[in-house]
């Protein structure tokens, strides 16, 4: 069974989330769910996954160009930003959101900084985050004087 160790208190802010979708959806109908302008106009669905050797993260982001898109690793934060854009002047519903959004993930010390891979295919942009090896452990007697 998959862990999301990236974010111990995931179920607090998936709530808090869910409140913000909820009031925001009253507030700016027509942008799409999960709209934020100080992290962008809407937030991709992301998925955390903790295997033996990496953590995967897979982000929802069907519509967005790969020129589109950029990965950041700052010090201990991934950051993926993007945009997706649509032509609605004929559309007689909208319902999938449009414009620009970021969506950060801090790391675990335990992460290959330098090890991390980013493929974008059929709509999902996976990121690979390699663990560190760890290293052997070495036992040795320590004398006593």
């Known amino acids: ?14 709530l808090q989330e869910r409140v913000n979708r909820l009031f925001e959806g009253f507030a700016h109908q027509g942008r799409g769910a999960g709209a934020d302008l100080e992290r962008g106009e809407w937030t991709p669905a992301a998925d955390v996954y903790e295997q033996d050797d990496a953590f995967l993260v897979l982000l929802d982001i069907p519509g967005v160009r ?3 898109l950029e990965v950041d690793l700052n010090e201990d934060r991934l950051t993926v930003r993007g945009e997706r854009t649509a032509d609605r002047t004929n559309a007689r519903r909208a319902e999938r959101p449009i414009g ?6 801090a790391l675990p010390p335990t992460v290959d900084r330098a090890g991390i891979v980013a493929e ?11 663990k560190q090896k760890k290293p052997e452990s070495q036992r040795m007697r320590i004398e006593i004087k």
Not at 100 to 105: A, I, Y
Not at 120 to 130: A, M
């Open 1 to 14: 069974m998959a862990r999301d160790v990236l974010d111990p208190m995931r179920d607090l802010i998936a």
């Open 66 to 68: 790969r020129e589109a």
């Open 100 to 105: 620009r959004f970021v969506r950060s993930f």
């Open 120 to 130: 974008y295919r059929d709509g999902v942009l996976t990121l690979r985050l390699p």
